[in-house]
C-alpha cells in the first residue's frame, strides 16, 4: 500500500505563537491553509509518521508547534564550531549535503547489506 502525500507548511517567523520556535502544518493536496498569509509552502512529505496519518485521517489536516528550547542552538556549540576551523568545515560541509565521509559511510553501508541478501 502507497503512503499518503500531503503538503508541508511552515508559519512565518513574524506569526509564531510566544515560545514556539518553529510551526508546521500538513494539509491533503491542494488543500491551503484558511490563513495562506501566515504560511510559507515547503513542499511535499511523501513518507508520513503513522502519528501524522491517524491525526489527518480524524482532523483533516496536522498542526506541530516545536518549542524554543529544542530549535534554538547552545551558545557552546556554536563558539566551538566558531573557534575550529576544521569543525566549521565539516559543519558547512553537512550542511550543503556534501559530505564526502557520510557518502562514503552510505555507500559501503549500502554494499554491506546487498552483500549480506546474496
Excluded at 502525500?5 to 510551526?23: I, N, T, W
Excluded at 550542511?95 to 553501508?109: L, V, Y
Aim: hydrophobic share 35%.
Amino acid at each position: 500500500m502507497r503512503a499518503p502525500v500531503y503538503d508541508l507548511y511552515q508559519m512565518k517567523q513574524e506569526r509564531l505563537p510566544q515560545g514556539a520556535g518553529s510551526a508546521w502544518l500538513r494539509t491533503r493536496p491542494n488543500e491551503p491553509p484558511p490563513s495562506v498569509e501566515d504560511w510559507v509552502f515547503v513542499g511535499r512529505e511523501r513518507h508520513p509518521s503513522k502519528w501524522t496519518i491517524a491525526e489527518m485521517d480524524q482532523k483533516g489536516s496536522c498542526y506541530r508547534e516545536i518549542p524554543n528550547w529544542l530549535t534554538r542552538r547552545s551558545t557552546a556549540t556554536i563558539s566551538a564550531i566558531a573557534d575550529s576551523p576544521a569543525a566549521l568545515r565539516l559543519a558547512r560541509s553537512v550542511a550543503s549535503g556534501r559530505c564526502a565521509e557520510f557518502d562514503r559511510f552510505q555507500a559501503q553501508r549500502h554494499r554491506d547489506h546487498q552483500q549480506a541478501d546474496d
